[in-house]
């Protein structure tokens, strides 16, 4: 499995042959057809107190704003405006390759993010150079794994239904709203939905990340292109948008997981023995340090609440938090996935329930990296009973605990600050223009005229 996919590196797309995409590639919305709900039924949750304590307090992160509302917590119940407004609901995710053709393309997508790379500021002008390159030397590998589990990434089409499941359960709320898809890195792009949403004349939007935890290479990543697009744009700079940062704590997600977890468990001749092990994707541990990533402080946080709510079930099962995905010479969180997973099997460990724990749809890291080479690490370092709960997908409890989550954001939602950017003029100093260029040239000669650099690089990317 391709370690750069898996890590989370995550910048506007590059694709060549771009009319050679099916229309159905670019759709990002689903239409507001309510016959397509009827046969779909969803039950409103009993909450209890425990769970009322639980609801959500959101991060705040002034360094990743964008000058859209943010919201804490409000009652749940109907919008009472909604039949006055047009409500958009945008979801974002992450983004696959549909084919083993769109690896390399996708991949540079991933590394041209200057929220993934982080390079100094003197050389972020050779952020496409390096992603080019990077894409080329890990694109046969990464093929190898997306032809594993058939040649391409489910995450669109799962998106796709859980845009469908959430329609439906606003509509069971009588919010009518339309719901768009924004990709990261892949088809349907930002842009394309954003276009969509000033078609279809919007009047509201929720804006909601795919992604549980905050981190900057993820829910960060995507709303710093957002900020950048409302910022250029008349129409959307006025629309009253609210963005869910992070929701990991709502007791929707909580029991829905501690859900899949307690029917793994059950499925053991002696549940009680085993171990839950989750996996969550990692970051580097600079973003953590450095950029102020509150991510790791919220996943452990997410691990103490489902094991609080097994606890309450009278599931009492020792558990352990550990880190997938790494890449490259940098330090990531740690304990590692697959250290992790020999230490307990030499500790003799005999059954282990994995759950991924910051994934909400089935892709790859899930399919190939946990259902694959985890697994066989794990028998191979003696664990004989091995189960993996399975992503929450369009679990039905929490579908309708997302669109009461869009319901409590539709108040808070305010316009966008029309404010300018900063200004670059430092970035068009000549005396530093020229001075990037020097170094810039100098780094590409070494690695275009020194071919045991370009093998030493490419060593160092497989670590």
Same mark, same amino acid.
């Given at each position: ?186 088809? @349907?792009? &930002? !842009? $394309? =939905? +954003? ?9 509201? #939007? %929720?804006?909601? /990340? ?124 740690? @304990?590692? &996935? !697959? $250290? =992790? +997973? ?9 059954? #282990? %329930?994995?759950? /991924? ?107």
């Amino acid at each position: 499995m391709d370690a750069a996919v898996k890590s989370g590196f995550i910048s506007k797309v590059w694709v060549d042959d771009a009319n050679t995409r099916s229309a159905s590639r670019r759709l990002s919305v689903f239409s507001s057809q309510k016959s397509s709900c009827m046969s779909v039924s969803f039950g409103r949750p009993h909450v209890d107190q425990q769970s009322q304590e639980m609801k959500v307090s959101y991060i705040k992160s002034a360094a990743h704003s964008v000058g859209m509302s943010t919201y804490a917590e409000t009652a749940i119940g109907s919008y009472p405006h909604a039949a006055e407004e047009k409500i958009g609901v945008l979801l974002l995710n992450l983004g696959g390759p549909e084919s083993l053709v769109d690896v390399q393309p996708f991949l540079f997508n991933l590394f041209a993010d200057p929220d993934i790379i982080r390079l100094p500021r003197l050389f972020q002008f050779l952020q496409k150079p390096l992603a080019q390159l990077i894409s080329v030397l890990r694109a046969a590998k990464s093929r190898e794994g997306y032809a594993a589990i058939g040649g391409g990434s489910p995450l669109r089409r799962i998106t796709y239904e859980q845009a469908h499941a959430l329609k439906c359960a606003l509509e069971a709320k009588e919010i009518s709203a339309i719901v768009y898809v924004a990709m990261r890195y892949w088809y @349907p792009f &930002t !842009d $394309e =939905a +954003l276009q969509q949403i000033k078609r279809d004349k919007i009047t509201r #939007l %929720v804006v909601l /990340p795919l992604y549980p935890q905050f981190s900057i290479s993820t829910t960060g990543s995507s709303v710093r292109v957002l900020q950048n697009a409302f910022r250029e744009d008349a129409y959307l700079s006025q629309l009253p948008v609210s963005i869910i940062q992070s929701w990991y704590r709502r007791p929707g997600y909580i029991k829905s997981m501690a859900d899949l977890i307690q029917k793994e468990l059950e499925s053991f001749s002696k549940p009680e023995e085993a171990i839950i092990f989750f996996s969550a994707h990692g970051v580097p541990v600079s973003y953590v340090l450095e950029a102020g990533d509150p991510y790791k402080d919220q996943m452990e946080d997410c691990i103490a609440l489902i094991m609080l709510e097994l606890k309450s079930r009278g599931v009492f099962n020792d558990h352990i938090l550990a880190y997938q995905s790494r890449v490259g010479p940098v330090q990531w969180l740690k @304990p590692y &996935t !697959d $250290e =992790a +997973l020999v230490e307990l099997g030499q500790k003799g460990v005999k059954s #282990l %329930v994995a759950v /991924p724990v910051s994934f909400v749809s089935e892709h790859i890291e899930t399919l190939e990296e946990i259902d694959m080479e985890y697994r066989e690490l794990a028998i191979e370092s003696g664990i004989e009973n091995w189960a993996r709960a399975p992503t929450l997908n369009c679990t039905s409890s929490f579908i309708i605990d997302l669109a009461d989550a869009v319901v409590e954001a539709l108040p808070s939602a305010t316009a966008m600050s029309t404010a300018s950017s900063k200004s670059k003029d430092a970035d068009q100093d000549p005396i530093n223009y020229f001075i990037k260029m020097l170094f810039g040239s100098i780094l590409v000669f070494a690695l275009l005229f020194f071919p045991k650099l370009i093998t030493a690089f490419k060593n160092r990317l497989l670590i």
